[in-house]
């Protein structure tokens, strides 16, 4: 399975950006998706996750409101949207992907991509 995330960015405080990772070699329907975070000098972060069929998902407090996780299961590929972005919210954003739960730890995923910088300024 091969994720690649992209549309991080800099941008102030208040912007938006959505980030999107594109994922291939497994049934995308089948894929719990994950996003998660790490900013430097500290550990990574959950962000939000989504279930295969899109149906339900989590969001981690620090996001809900400003945050949406949405996929599209026709293109294989999972968004995040960013609204109302913060300086805090600065750091590299992770994709990931599981077939057996869209969990809120980094070690139930199986696949990760590469990671997309966002960097907001106040």
């Known amino acids: 399975v091969q994720l690649q995330a992209s549309g991080g960015g800099l941008v102030q405080a208040g912007d938006s950006l959505r980030l999107s990772c594109a994922v291939s070699?497994?049934?995308?329907?089948?894929?719990?998706m994950g996003w998660f975070r790490q900013a430097p000098g500290k550990e990574r972060e959950f962000v939000a996750a989504?279930?295969?069929?899109?149906?339900?998902?989590r969001m981690t407090d620090s996001v809900k409101g400003r945050f949406t996780i949405s996929r599209d299961n026709a293109k294989n590929t999972v968004y995040l949207q960013m609204n109302s972005l913060k300086p805090e919210d600065t750091a590299v954003y992770y994709c990931?992907?599981?077939?057996?739960?869209?969990?809120?730890?980094?070690?139930?995923?199986?696949?990760w991509g590469q990671g997309t910088q966002v960097t907001v300024s106040s």
């Open positions: 990931a992907a599981d077939p057996r739960f869209f969990g809120v730890l980094g070690n139930e995923y199986n696949y």
């Open positions: 989504m279930s295969g069929s899109g149906s339900e998902y």
């Open positions: 070699g497994r049934t995308f329907s089948r894929l719990a």
